[in-house]
Structures are given as C-alpha cells and as structure tokens.
C-alpha cells in the first residue's frame, strides 16, 4: 500500500521495466493494471459526466451496450444554463457517491470543451460558448466528486470542438484563441480543483495530437498551472505510446496489448528515458492512491434523494424563452382542457448518445407527470413519430392533433431534436427541427393560438417558425431521468424555470461565427474567428440573434439599482461590483445578475464585452438584495506575445440580465503600469513615438533631418504623422538618408543609454 508519492518513487524502483510499462496502458476496457506482487490495485475510470456508466464485463465507449443503473441527471447543455454552482457540486457530490457504490475510481468527465458551432454533436455534453460560466461550473462539479473520494478526468483536452474527423483533424488555433476562449475553463478547474486527471483529446492542435503535444501536456499544464494529476488519453486517442509519454501522456486508455511491448523497446533502444515512464507510473499510483485515502465513509446512495436533485437541476436548466401572453403558469386547478401533443412528452428525450448514454434508475414522463399536477382535463395526441415509417402515417397524426387542440383551452405542444440526430461521433448539418414537427406546429396554432412549446433538444435550434406560431417557448434541453416531473412543476407554477442561455441561440446558421470554417477540410480546420466566439462575434459584428446569451425569463420581474464598482488600488487590476437587485412582481423567483467587462481602449482588438463575474440569487416578491460580485486580474487581461496583460486606461463594467440587457454600466479607469515594449529596428514610426524613452530620440532625429513640409506632401504635421505611423522607422529613413539600418541602430543604441526613468514630461 502508497501512503505518499515518495513511497510510490520507492514501489517503482521495485518494478521491472515491463511491470512499469503494463502499468501506464490500460489492463482492459475500464481497469487500469494490477500488480499483485508489488501491492499495486488497479483502478477503474468509468463515464461519465452526466451519470455513472459502470459497465461491469462489458464494454464501448459508445454509449450501445448496456450498464448498470444509475441516476441520469440533465446533460451538461441543461446544468450549464443553471448559472448555479452549488447545484453543479451537489451533482458532483450525488455522482461521486454512485461511483464509489459501484467501484468507479475515476469519473471520466466534466465536458468543458467550447460550443464554437452549434453544429457540434456533441454539444450536449458542454457547457457552454464561454469560457468563464464552464470554468465556475466545471470547479465546482469536480470539487463535488472528488470530495467523495472519487477523480474527476477533465476532458477532452483541447480544442476538440467537433465529432467530423475528430481522431485525425488538426484544430489551427492561433495561442491567444486559446488561451483567452479553449483553455481558461480547463485552467480555473485545475488550479482550483486539483482534478485527479485530465483527459487528452483525439485531435491535433496544430498538427501535433492533444496526447502527443509536449506544449500542451507538459508547458502549459504541468509548468503554468500546476497539475498535480495524471493525463489520461481519450479513448484509443494514442498511436505512439512512446511519443505520447515522452510528451506528458501518463495513462493511455484502454489496453492496447501491444504498448507495454512498445514502450519497453522504446526503453531499451534509448528513444525513451526510463525516468519518464518513472515519472508516469509514479503519478498514476500516487493519484489513485490520494483517492483511496480520501474516502472517510463507506459509500451508501439515495436514488430516490439523487432523483429529486435530478428534478431541480432539471428546473433550474430550464429557459424561459418567450411567455408573451404571459400563458405561463397554468392554473392546475381551474381552466379548461390542455391538450397535450408531442411523443416527447409519453417517450421523453432526456439524455444523449455516446459514451455518456447511462441506464437510469427511473423515467418520468410529462405527460404522466401532468396529469397528476392538475385537476384540469388532460387530452393527448403524439403528433408525430420518433421514427419515419410506415407504421405511422403523419398527416393521421397531425390530423388527430389538430383535433384535439381545437377543442383545448391551451395547448402543451413538445418538440425537439430526435436522438438520431445529435450524438458523439458526428455533428449535425442543419439547426432545423424535424419538417414534420414544424408542419404539427403550424397547424396545431392555426386552430387554438394558445400554445406552449417545451423543447428537448441538447444543442439549439433554429426557432424562428416555434416563435412566430408560439406564445410561449420553454427550452428544457436534455433534461435527464426526472425531466418530465420538471416539465409539469414548470408548466403549472409549482417551480420557475430559472435558466439563463449559456449559448446563444442565432437567427440562422449562416450567421454563426465557424460558418465558413466548419468543420474544415483535408485534415485541418481553421479557427478564422478566433476570440470571437458566441456572443463575442454576433456583438462585434452587430448581429441579430434569436435569444442572446445569458437570456431567460421567470415567473417575476427584477429591477436593478444602485451600481457601484469600487476599484480599491488602481495601480493593480481589481474590482468589486455592487448592484442592489430586487424582485417587483408577486412570485418568488431567481435573477442571475450578470457582470460583463469591456476594454474600450485596448490596443489591439477586443470583444465589446467579456463575462467575468455572475450570481444567482433566490428572492420572494417585493424582497431585495445587494449583491456583491469580485473581478480578479484576469478579468481585465488579454493575452499577448508577452503573456497576460492588463493596459492601464478606461474599463467599462456592464452589469445585466443577458449579454444584450445590460441594466447598469460604469466606466472605471485602471492606472497599471503600461506594458514596456521593447524598441527595436523593426519598430513603426507610431511605436517609437509611443515609447517614453524613444519618443525624444525619434522626434530630434526627425527634425535633424530637416524640411517637413518636404516630406508631407502638402499635408498637415498631423496628417503627415498618421501617413508614416505604420511605417517602420527604418522605411521612413530610407527615403531621407543613406545607410537607415546604421542610423536606427544608433538611435537604439540611445534608447538603451537613456536613464530608465524618463522625465515625467515625456512620458505623459
Ligand atoms: C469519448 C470520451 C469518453 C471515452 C470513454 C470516448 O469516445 O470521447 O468522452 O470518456 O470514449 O468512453
């Protein structure tokens, strides 16, 4: 038995080269090796982020053989609309408790890849366009599991943003892409969750494979934030074992057979240090062990328990889109017939396909579920098939709904996407609901107006026909095992649907920011544009959207006052945001107040706004609160060539309902020191005049050569300044005098003579 990571460098000396080289592939499908001999326990890593897929002897990382039961909770596409952390760690802490129950070691997810198109299959499984609410609601899901003695795998690590070609094609991402949108959440959950491991991706980043990339694996995660874990390949994402630990890979998964094999001559032949694959065995078994050592109790579940937070996560995910006729709630007491129609709401669409496809314990349905919450008359129709054949024939089936509509006094109509359409392994093509639903829609209004729409559906939709035909829309996305009890709270008021978009839903597909570059070609994609993903593209570009990231309605209405932002040392990047929020209509309900940072004059290109800082906060009708919302450095920061900055100037702090309902706004001003950059003979004319040093040297040199109306061409100083800016100094001196490359070079030998404090004059 390990009791520390001295111990386990003290085991490993004890282990043959081929013990050391079984123990960093995978022993079967799930387990990693054993070593009896030497005391080593094996481990099992199981899916997945939504519910535990222990699969006992069989065995696909597919989602198509069968598993054990367990809680299916809402998808990551719901929990990300939740705004709600604490509940992202009680799923953490249910999920932690159902793996050690069924023996799982290691849980293999958050998903906090970024929704750069929404075309990606596997949406369902993120959390969100932002980098900042993935980040918040991954740390706080992976510190509810592993404080239940179980690791959490970060995945798919990184920029593994699509299912084409997704095991070969190289993502051509430029740094400050990732490091500004791809990598932050993956950064916060590491450096504040100490996740057991993190889950390289099947793809390239450029060129090089996530399990094979020494920058990333090895620099980035182990050098710049500390990962104290191990790396575990996705599933089969390995092709050189060797390359990948030389790399950083510690684990590769699942069992090959022919590894070890490959690892030991790699070993003997010299291309592979026996001290790296020390360095991976040690990191395997002290992590395991770390594990082992955190379990204080025996593990007992409550599925009923994990049920019912299966329900609220369900609720809280939910989006109030649109409720103009205000048809929501219902009165479950009095009113006449509902007619419910849609074979979502008897077959619920609850989870995704794929790997993270689960058994679960128990399944409610809507429409069961309505029945029960209300003492109104309930009528049903399906509306349509789950499956085009000749079984059913579609117009009798909207014929029949049809009928049933006319005679409600509302309609509850389910739509959404069919399984068959959105799954790991590929992406979609279209954003459009099934033509038949849509046909249902607008047949089923064109009798009884009154319509409620609930969506099931993991990754958005093109909802413009459901908005035109609907007065209501209610996104409840894959809403997991309890999402049809959710379904009927909502609709009848006994809960509030108090999500907010962590995506935005766009107009149309053209509109999206990956829609020239989706999803690439011969082997690449191009991350064209770049920073700008979500709603960082559709504002810059002022681009209409259907529902703008961070939209959601309740059953009440909020008002915001008395913003401040107290800055309280404007030498260094800090803030604290303060916003009183109070609840004026008559129901209680939830407001996610939402705080946005914009760098009106950054030097180079910029979002117009950035989230950095959110709360949720629960309040009863009339009541209020002051809520108080830190923003860290980073919150100000871009990155650069020269890593993180922070550019002293104005800073505009934006607090809101969504991205395009921004309640209050105050411009604060950050006195940082401006980043120094170096002069050298390459530097523009507009870069030497910035410079508080250089600017003196220039501007003599510049007069020395005389006669400026010479070179103006008739224009003003000014103008003729705004001419030659761009203009490396060097250029603008071939013109003027022989030898410019010897003239700037003594100019910069000046600069570097000058006393480093320049006179205050000079540096305004
Ligand atoms: C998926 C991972 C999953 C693994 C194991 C892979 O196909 O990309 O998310 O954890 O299989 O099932």
Known sequence: MITSHASAEDLVRGLSLLQKATLVSGASFWRT??????????????????????????????????SEPATAFPTA???????????????????????????????????????????????????????????????????????????????????????TDRMRVSAEVDERSLREIYLPAFERIVREARPATVMASYNRINGTFASENSWLLSELLRGDWDFDGYVVSDWGAVRNPAAALAAGLDLEMPGTGGSARAIVEAVESGDLREGTLDRAVVRILTV?????????????????????????????????LKNSGQLLPLDPDT???????????????????????????????????????????????????????????????????????????????????????????????TLALPARQLELLGRVAAVNPRVVVVLNNGGVVDLRDVVDAAETVLEMWLPGQAGGSAAAELLFGFAEPSGRLAETIPLALADTPAFVNWPGSEGEVHYGERIYVGYRWYDKVSRDVAFPFGHGLGYTSFAYADLEVRVPDSRAAGATVEVTVKNTGSRAGSEVVQVYVGDPEATLDRPLRELKGFAKVRLEPGEEARVSIALDERAFAFWSAEGWVVEPGAFDIEVGASSRDIRAARRIRLDVPARKRELTADSTVAEWFADPVGKPIVARALSVMGDKDATSGGLGAADAMTMVASLPLVSLFAFGVSEPESVVQSLLEQVRAAPTDAPEEETA
């Not at 090796?33 to 899916?47: M, N, Q, R, Y």
Request: glycine share 12%; with cysteine.
């Open 335 to 429: 009113g006449g017939a509902i007619a419910v129609i849609g074979e979502f709401a008897r077959s619920p669409r609850y989870q995704g396909a794929g790997s993270s496809h689960i058994v679960p314990t128990r399944l409610d349905d809507a429409l069961t579920a309505i029945r029960r919450a209300t003492s109104r008359s309930v009528m049903f129709a399906p509306g349509y098939a789950l499956a085009d054949d000749d079984a059913h024939d579609p117009e009798a089936l909207i014929g029949e709904a049809e009928v049933h509509a006319a005679r409600a006094d509302v309609v509850v109509l389910f739509l959404g996407l069919p399984a068959r359409d959105e799954s790991e392994g590929f992406d979609r093509t």
């Open 33 to 66: 090796a054993a070593i009896e001999e030497a005391d080593v326990e094996g481990a099992v890593l199981s899916d997945g982020p939504h519910g535990v897929r222990y699969q006992g002897a069989d065995h696909d990382h597919l989602g198509l053989g069968g």
């Open 77 to 163: 596409s719901a929990t990300g609309s939740s705004w709600n952390p604490q509940l992202l760690e009680r799923m953490g802490r249910a999920l932690g408790d159902e793996a050690r129950a069924l023996g799982v070691d290691v849980l293999l997810g958050p998903g906090v890849n970024i929704k750069r198109s929404p075309l990606c299959g596997r949406n369902f499984e993120y959390f969100s366009e932002d980098p900042f609410l993935s980040g918040a609601l991954g740390t706080a899901w992976v510190e509810g599991v592993q404080s239940r003695g179980v690791g959490a795998s970060v995945k798919h690590f990184a920029a593994n943003n699509q299912e």
């Open 288 to 320: 395991h062990e770390r594990l082992r050592a955190a379990r204080e109790e025996a593990a007992s579940v409550d599925h009923d328990a994990h049920h019912e937070l299966a329900r609220q996560l369900a609720v809280e995910s939910s989006v109030l």
